[in-house]
Each structure stands twice: as structure tokens, then as C-alpha cells.
């Protein structure tokens, strides 16, 4: 599921494979970006605003179909915030059922492949004609309130916190220049901190795996329990879900997407501050 830089650079333009430059806008991908990649915006082709949710599938299928995915096809995903939306579009791919040996996240994303000094191109590729069928949505990898307000109260399960230290601990709502917001500040009682960027080396890359499990484990999260992430709008936390499936093979991780935005300004739901 994690591609190099340089397994991307032996395969650009191959038959079947698809590059996806995800962001939450695609100002940067207009200015360059990797040969034959599709420019994905977050914001409006991503998410549904008027709903605040997810795509629906049929909805889904027509994204597929305007950068040339159909089924058989194996989408490379990347972007900029080191994968952040990169991680998210993954992420609800596999959730409209595309299968795992067609999804690859390349590591480092954008920022590496440029300090690697490797090519980028202005011109817009012509997407294939495909057609794509999204399968029904895979409930065992999205969380919902719900599910959310029941380990509360069972404590059963990993809560992984992925924000700033500062989030976390109710110092600040949002990161500065942040739009989507909450009335009030802190984290969901029993969740435990782990910064998403300490999930990666200096690079942009993923830390070993050995890394990982040591990160994970000093921080209480056990690889034998259910495992539910959660950041601000999403994203960040599916860049840990991506982490805990995939290259930590944790059996039941599910991301809460609603997160901080939802929980935050939810009656009656509860938070902690520290």
C-alpha cells in the first residue's frame, strides 16, 4: 500500500495505474505536478458541503469516471500536508469498496518528490472512458457518533486523538487560518494523544515500523482492541488510520470523520481538558 518515489517514477505513464494529486485546493497542482497526474480538490469534489458528509456512491462514481479510474485500476495517491487529503481520498476509496491491492500511498508525498528534483508538468491528462461501479459502503471502517458516545461509556476501545498537543488539551480549537471550527476546545473523554506528525520522519516519510509500534504502545494504544481516529475534519486522523491498518496491520481501525467539528459542538456530548 506505500509506494516510493521512486517506485512511482519507474511506473509514470504505465497502463492500469492511475496518480492522484489530492489537496484541500488544487492551486499547487496548476503550478506542477507529477506527469499524468489528476488534480483532486478536496473541498468540492471530496465531500458533499451542502450535507457535510461524504460522497454518495453515485456521486463517487462520477469522480471516478472524470480522472479515468475504473475498477481494475490502481490509484497512487499524494498531495501536500504529507499526504493529509492524500490519506482521506485513500481512505474513501477503500470505503466505496476499491480493493487494498489497488491503493497505494506514495511516501513523502509532493514535497519529496520535488526535493528529489524529479520531473513535474503543467499539461492536464485526458482521462480514459472507464466505467466504475462503487460497491456498498464498507461500514467497518468509518465511525460515527454513535459509535463514538458508546466507548465513552464502555471504554473498550483504542480513542486516538491525532491533533497538536495544544488541540488536544483544549489551548486551541482550530490551527491558525483554520475555517471549520467547534464552540468548545479539548478531546473526547478516554482518547489518548498521538500527534500525527509524529508519525513521520523529517522527510515526510513514514517511520519504520518498529518505530510505530513503539510510538503507539507508550502511549497506551493496544494493537488487540478496536481502534477508532479522530482529528478535526477527518483528514489527519485518516492519515493514522492509514497508519494503523496498513502498516502497522492493527485488525479493526475505523476513523471518525466527523471528529472534532462534530463532537465539539455537539449538546450533551462530553469532553475532557488537560
Known amino acids: 500500500m506505500l509506494a516510493t518515489t521512486q517506485w512511482v517514477a519507474d511506473r509514470l505513464h504505465t497502463k492500469g495505474i492511475r496518480l492522484l494529486e489530492v489537496d484541500v485546493d488544487t492551486s499547487a497542482y496548476e503550478h506542477g505536478h507529477l506527469p499524468g497526474a489528476f488534480g483532486v480538490n478536496w473541498t468540492s469534489q471530496l465531500s458533499n458541503r451542502v450535507r457535510r458528509d ?4 453515485e456521486e463517487f462514481e462520477r469522480l471516478c ?8 485500476t490502481t490509484v497512487v495517491f499524494y498531495g501536500d500536508n504529507h499526504n493529509w487529503f492524500a490519506a482521506y481520498a485513500l ?7 476499491h480493493p487494498d491491492e489497488k491503493l497505494k500511498l506514495m511516501d513523502g508525498g509532493r514535497g519529496k518528490w520535488i526535493a528529489e528534483g524529479r520531473e513535474l508538468v503543467t499539461d492536464i491528462p485526458e482521462p480514459d472512458h472507464v466505467v466504475y461501479e462503487a460497491a456498498e459502503p464498507d461500514p467497518s471502517i468509518r465511525a460515527f457518533k454513535e459509535d463514538v458516545f458508546a466507548q465513552v461509556e464502555q471504554r473498550d ?4 486523538d491525532v491533533r497538536s498537543v495544544a488541540e488536544y488539551k483544549g489551548d486551541v480549537i482550530a490551527p491558525p487560518g483554520m475555517n471549520e471550527t467547534a464552540q468548545r476546545g479539548g478531546h473526547i473523554p478516554g482518547a ?22 513503539a510510538l503507539f504502545a507508550e502511549r497506551g494504544v493496544r494493537s488487540d482492541r478496536k481502534t477508532i481516529t479522530y482529528c478535526r475534519i477527518g483528514e489527519r486522523s485518516s492519515h493514522t488510520w492509514f497508519v494503523m491498518k496498513y502498516l502497522l ?5 475505523s476513523n471518525y470523520d466527523g471528529s472534532w467539528t462534530e463532537w465539539g459542538n455537539l449538546i450533551g456530548a462530553p469532553i475532557e481538558r488537560s
Not at 461524504?54 to 456512491?57: A, Q, S
Not at 469516471?65 to 481494475?72: K, M, Q
Not at 489518548?192 to 509500534?213: C, I, M, Q
Request: proline share 6%.
Open 192 to 213: 489518548v494523544n498521538v500527534p500525527w506528525a509524529e508519525t513521520l520522519n523529517e522527510d515526510g516519510t513514514f517511520k519504520s515500523p518498529d518505530a510505530l509500534r
Open 157 to 160: 476501545a483504542n480513542l486516538v
Open 91 to 97: 481512505w474513501q476509496f477503500r470505503y466505496f469498496g
Open 249 to 253: 496491520g492493527h485488525p479493526d481501525v
Open 65 to 72: 469516471r472524470h480522472v479515468g479510474v475504473a475498477n481494475d
Open 54 to 57: 461524504l460522497l454518495t456512491g
